[in-house]
């Protein structure tokens, strides 16, 4: 016979597993959708597969390492939907994936040896290390000293 505990502890068990193999799959899939929006988004350009790799793994890390949530990044996401939120706070028109794609594209951007090779579009573009912007050694746009020989 089965008891009401069995039904709520098999319940738990699967919402538990179902969550795991969840998180699992969304981080490969995310990679998968950042690898595929670079090449999509940049198509231009020759790109580093091997780098491409490397920043999804690193932005994939980075968006699932994030701390606890701040008030302004709850008010952000719960608070998106209400009307007074987007008109004083979204002027550029955008949608929340827009917004994403953006984002991505341009951290790769600044992460990678474009801006250090002066955005020249014919030189493979490398991914170098992934930027973040509070930490004051990392400038994309400085140029590499170049010592006379």
Same mark, same amino acid.
Request: glycine residues 10%.
């Given at each position: 016979?089965?008891?009401?505990?069995?039904?709520?502890?098999?319940?738990?068990?699967?919402?538990?597993?179902?969550?795991?193999?969840?998180?699992?799959?969304?981080?490969?899939?995310?990679?998968?959708?950042?690898?595929?929006?670079?090449?999509?988004?940049?198509?231009?350009?020759?790109?580093?597969?091997?780098?491409?790799?490397?920043?999804?793994?690193?932005?994939?890390?980075?968006?699932?390492?994030?701390?606890? &949530?701040?008030?302004?990044?709850?008010?952000?996401?719960?608070?998106?939907?209400?009307?007074?939120?987007?008109?004083?706070?979204?002027?550029?028109?955008?949608?929340?994936?827009?917004?994403?794609?953006?984002?991505?594209?341009?951290?790769?951007?600044?992460?990678?040896?474009?801006?250090?090779?002066?955005?020249?579009?014919?030189?493979?573009?490398?991914?170098?290390?992934?930027?973040?912007?509070?930490? &004051?050694?990392?400038?994309?746009?400085?140029? &590499?000293?170049?010592?006379?020989?």
């Amino acid at each position: 016979m089965i008891s009401r505990r069995r039904v709520l502890v098999g319940g738990i068990g699967v919402v538990g597993a179902v969550g795991l193999a969840g998180w699992g799959v969304g981080r490969v899939g995310l990679k998968a959708e950042i690898v595929a929006l670079l090449k999509r988004r940049l198509d231009f350009l020759k790109l580093d597969e091997k780098g491409v790799q490397t920043f999804a793994t690193d932005k994939v890390d980075a968006i699932f390492n994030k701390k606890i &949530p701040t008030w302004n990044r709850l008010r952000y996401h719960f608070g998106a939907q209400l009307p007074s939120y987007s008109r004083y706070y979204r002027t550029d028109g955008l949608s929340r994936t827009a917004r994403f794609e953006e984002g991505v594209v341009q951290l790769y951007l600044l992460s990678s040896s474009f801006f250090i090779n002066g955005a020249d579009e014919s030189k493979l573009v490398e991914y170098v290390g992934y930027f973040d912007p509070t930490h &004051p050694c990392q400038n994309p746009f400085a140029k &590499p000293v170049i010592l006379p020989t």
